[in-house]
């Protein structure tokens, strides 16, 4: 299942939020002047490489050599077809995300959190993206 195109360019500030190693979730947030929050969830995570910023973050799917290198890291074994292989830049080297699925979302309206510490206001879909099958 697909929303939109890939490659997913994000002009902004990303910074790494919360990694949940028992639900293999990873979370990259960037908070915009005027108090929108924008959200990349990455699920079924089974192998990461990060910078501690991207500005613009660029997701797509890696190919070939890369996309081999990838799904080598995260699963020797070749068990999981399912895997997807995201590059958080145009190149390896700035990181990637052996993942399941990944979605980006934006939350805007009134400022404040909620008692978790997530953002008041309403939420978009901006871009979804997994491997059926």
């Known amino acids: 299942m697909q929303t939109g195109r890939l490659p997913v360019v994000l002009n902004a500030l990303f910074k790494p939020w919360r990694y949940v190693i028992g639900h293999s ?3 990259l947030r960037s908070f915009g002047p005027d108090g929108s929050v924008t959200h990349v969830t990455f699920t079924g ?3 990461v490489k990060l910078k501690a910023r991207y500005s613009p973050l ?3 799917l890696a190919v070939g050599e890369e996309a081999r290198e990838i799904l080598d890291f995260s699963d020797p074994a070749g068990r999981s077809k399912r895997v997807l292989p995201v590059l958080m830049t145009p190149d390896l080297r700035d990181g990637f995300v052996a993942c399941m ?6 939350r805007s309206g009134p400022s404040g959190v909620d008692a978790n510490g997530i953002p008041l206001g309403a939420e978009d879909l901006i871009f979804r993206y997994r491997k059926d099958g």
């Open 101 to 106: 699925a990944f979605e980006v979302k934006e």
């Open 45 to 47: 995570v089974s192998a």
């Open 25 to 27: 979730d990873l979370e």
């Open 58 to 60: 660029t997701l797509d």
